[in-house]
């Protein structure tokens, strides 16, 4: 038998209602904020990830499927939205009306890292972006509207880890001592840090080996060597979060996984998901938007783990959603008239189902309790002799005939008022 591809899976009937729970909940609230669904496509030109997230980051050094298509164009399955939604911005001049355009888009994304519980190949996120605003009031309001979205979801247990990666002005003295501090430690590191120390030092403050962990105790922080303007956007960010009673820790170590990140970086964090800790995360790109042949504007951003998010909620137990009728049947002119009703009903928005197969009422009465039916219409031969089926409260119990004639109008003013 074919089996699906490890780290990929499947989202069956019963998890789906979740997603699209949680799929409602975002569009919802975030169009509140004013921000509009965008779709992009989940193949790109493989030098959009390479120029955004960066040639030396994990992602794109081992992690992106990228292959050349039957005329050698080179070509990946996003590792992330940010990019994409980046490049429409510029390809369309979404930003020639107002520049600030505010956009979400739910979606899979595809990294082939090492599967674990919490850690797929083909994952999902919800992304939200507000390009071409610079205020630090964006950053707090987004972060704001995120812890939000999670409150609606009841999901407890999270805290907001808050960072700033300076600009190019300030970040590379920063990078520079930093560069000196590793050097001293660097029979402490594993191998991968001892790559990145060259090529990518800020990788090194958030590697998840513990020795690295520990040697990298007394680094420098980026936070302590801000220059006036990073640091004024800071601190605004900070205020507006208390203003808005936003509880945040600052942390020093959190970096990020993409070369794009500027000022503001935050991440969700949840003691609920063992080692995968994460739930969302984000920050500013300010200068994405020119480094892919736009104009100057800046950005601010956040993605959050579907899956993850999904696993969180199901733990939850919120259930899937029940159906209002189901029409059991006895023999084949039952089956017809049932058959018409069903169809008819279901298309005013009220859930109906029926079964095909040739179950006796036992059985389907077992099905409806299965499917946490409301109400079961029962039709067998007695009731087509005596043109009155009868419809059954599956909570009280209670049993009424309900005529032929008017039948279908009868049941959807019934089931809409109860
Ligand atoms: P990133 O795009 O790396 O900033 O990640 C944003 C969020 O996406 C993380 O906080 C995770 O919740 C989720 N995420 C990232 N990679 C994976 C993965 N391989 N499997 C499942 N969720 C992921």
Not at 367 to 379: E, N
Not at 382 to 391: D, F, M, R, Y
């Amino acid at each position: 038998m074919i089996q699906l591809i490890r780290g990929f899976k499947d989202v069956l009937p019963g998890e789906v209602e979740l997603w699209q729970m949680i799929e409602k909940t975002a569009a919802s609230l975030f169009e509140d904020f004013g921000f509009r669904e965008i779709r992009v496509p989940i193949l790109e030109h493989t030098e959009l990830f390479a120029r955004s997230i960066g040639k030396d980051t994990d992602i794109v050094e081992k992690e992106m499927y990228t292959f050349e298509d039957s005329k050698s164009d080179l070509v990946t399955l996003r590792p992330e939205a940010t990019a994409s939604i980046v490049r429409a911005y510029i390809q369309h001049r979404l930003y020639a009306v107002d520049p600030v355009q505010k956009f979400y888009t739910i979606g899979p994304m595809f990294r082939r890292e090492r599967p674990q519980k919490g850690r797929y190949r083909q994952f999902y996120q919800i992304n939200a972006e507000v390009l071409g605003a610079e205020s630090p009031l964006v950053d707090a309001q987004l972060i704001f509207m995120l812890v939000e979205f999670l409150r609606r979801l009841r999901v407890s247990d999270t805290s907001v880890h808050l960072n700033t990666l300076g600009c190019p002005k300030c970040r590379p003295a920063f990078q520079k001592e930093l560069h000196r501090f590793l050097s001293k430690i660097k029979t402490q590191l594993c191998a991968d840090c001892e790559r990145r120390k060259v090529k990518n030092p800020l990788r090194v403050l958030d590697c998840k080996v513990l020795a690295c962990r520990e040697a990298v105790a007394d680094a420098p922080a980026m936070i302590d060597h801000l220059c006036e303007e990073c640091k004024g956007h800071f601190e605004t960010v900070q205020k507006s979060l208390k203003k808005l009673d936003i509880q945040f820790e600052i942390d020093k170590r959190l970096v990020r996984g993409l070369d794009y990140y500027t000022r503001t970086t935050f991440e969700i964090q949840t003691g609920l998901l063992g080692a995968q800790s994460a739930v969302a995360g984000g920050g500013r790109y300010d200068r994405l938007i020119e480094e892919l042949g736009g104009p100057v504007q800046p950005a601010i951003g956040f993605a959050i783990g579907f899956d993850r998010l999904a696993e969180i909620v199901s733990a939850n137990n919120i259930s899937a959603p029940e159906i209002d009728l189901f029409i059991a049947t006895l023999g084949e002119q039952a089956k017809t008239a049932a058959f018409e009703w069903s169809c008819s009903i279901a298309v005013s928005g009220i859930k109906t189902e029926m079964d095909f197969s040739d179950k006796g009422l036992k059985g389907q009465m077992k099905k409806a309790d299965r499917l946490g039916a409301r109400y079961v219409l029962i039709l067998g031969d007695k009731e087509i002799g005596e043109e009155t089926a009868v419809l059954r409260n599956m909570t009280t119990k209670e049993q009424t005939p309900v005529p032929f004639e008017g039948i279908v109008e009868n049941l959807k003013i019934k089931l809409k008022n109860s």
